[in-house]
């Protein structure tokens, strides 16, 4: 069984920084994107940022110059360096990756339980 497990979240006064991290464990093959989600409260799910197996990286219009995702590949994790941060950046964030369980198969996506970041002064 794959486990993505993010740490890191907090409060922070606008401004501030936070540096978010997410690990997979488990019997993994490979892992192709990795990418960090985030919700509000009553708002609908979107992508922050997204890093690929490549190196591609991707970010969300709301984030772009403030946040930058990073991957360690050998660790199976992913972080994502938040600066500026900004009260609407509050949520819970979420990782996602895309995960072969053994060579040559499937990708199945998984996600972690989430981390909660709260900017307010």
């Known amino acids: 069984q794959v486990h993505l497990v993010e740490s890191g979240g907090g409060l922070v006064q606008p401004g501030g920084s936070l540096n978010l991290s997410c690990g997979a464990t488990?019997?993994?093959?490979?892992?192709?994107?990795m990418r960090w989600y985030r919700q509000a409260p009553g708002q609908q799910r979107e992508l922050v940022a997204e890093?690929?197996?490549?190196?591609?990286?991707d970010y969300g219009d709301s984030v772009k110059g403030r946040f930058t995702i990073s991957r360690d590949y050998a660790k199976n994790t992913v972080y994502l360096q938040m600066n500026s941060l900004k009260p609407e950046d509050t949520a819970v964030y979420y990782c996602?990756?895309?995960?072969?369980?053994?060579?040559?198969?499937?990708?199945?996506?998984?996600w972690g339980r989430g981390t909660q970041v709260t900017v307010s002064s």
């Open positions: 890093v690929t197996s490549g190196g591609t990286i």
């Open positions: 488990g019997r993994i093959s490979s892992i192709n994107a």
């Open positions: 996602q990756a895309g995960i072969q369980y053994s060579s040559g198969g499937k990708y199945y996506s998984r």
